[in-house]
């Protein structure tokens, strides 16, 4: 296996389209009920712990740029290899590679338990599966431009949205935000560690990298993409704390769907049935990107057909899905996924950079 990797002109992507990808690789199940998971640790300064959040992630998606540019164009199955060598490096990769399915099942799971409460309850999960799988392999046959074409378009044809959230506003009371910091600074800090599921994404930079037509664009286009993921998320959150009561909060499942609920057309009765069914096309590019992920991850350390590998995970993927269907085991599975995500999003990174800048030194000194 090389550890570079040269895209072919057909697949280069324009670096502006990266900032879409970050943007709605982050912005997928999460958003709908991230609310309620940090208000029970931070209470009404749960909007610092979006802010704290928020930057940790810049200063992470920093070191994964870092990281990628000691070795050019490459990605971090390649990174693996030549940090780890060639069999510890692709156990390594498994790892990630197992890492991104366990993401796909997240927020599969996740968005069926959704629409199965609010719209079609008698409807079983392995319909939805099924219907959903089938999407996800016509989009990764397709490739990566195909890919970044549905997160383009998931933000372009989602704007209209964003509308609904000033109809709330007629009915907030921001003094629900004050006092500011009455939580101590651990309650805040666990705030921001529970934004964990709904802020990971942006370690598909370490993928779709080398895709890249101007690599020395990245960084602005990445941090720009987190940026107004995070400005969305303090918006709803701030909007969130000040329309419902504490009591409330506490108790609602969803907030960010619930809101939907207070919205009134003439031509349209139930709100949040359009906003649920809708939100399909909003995780698609999430799902598109991690079984990507998963399987470029096989392909660069194994080089084994990507179709072959496309079936067969989307095989794996629907058992798994419809093994967990409960409400406590998609719970069990969230928390102990959380943990994981953490240590693999939020920390991995500054590892591997320490790792990868000691080799590329004990090279450079092998070298001369």
Known sequence: MKVQYQAKPQYILSTFILFFIIHSIQVGIGIQGFQRI????????????????????????????????????????????????????????????????????????????????????AVPTWVFSISILILVVYGVTGGIRVIAGAGFFSIILSVWMLSFIGYPLRFVDFHHLLPVMESNITSILKGAYKMTITLIGFEILYIVYPFMEDRKKVIKYAHLGVAVTIILYLILMLLTISYFSPGQLENTNWPTLSLFKIVKLPFIERTEYVAVSYWLLIILPNLLLYMWAAVRGIKRSFERKTNRVIWVFTFFLFFVSIFINTRSKINQFNDFFDNIAFYIAFCYPFILYILALIKKKMTSLKEN
């Open 38 to 121: 940090i208000f029970s640790e931070a209470k009404h300064d749960s909007w610092i712990s979006v802010v704290l959040a928020g930057v940790f992630t810049h200063i992470v998606v920093f070191f994964i740029i870092k990281t990628l540019q000691l070795y050019g164009p490459t990605d971090i199955y390649g990174i693996h290899i030549e940090v780890y060598g060639k069999w510890i490096g692709k156990v390594v990769n498994c790892i990630y590679i197992f890492y991104c399915l366990g993401m796909f099942v997240v927020i599969l799971n996740n968005y069926i338990e959704v629409i199965q409460t609010w719209v079609f309850p």
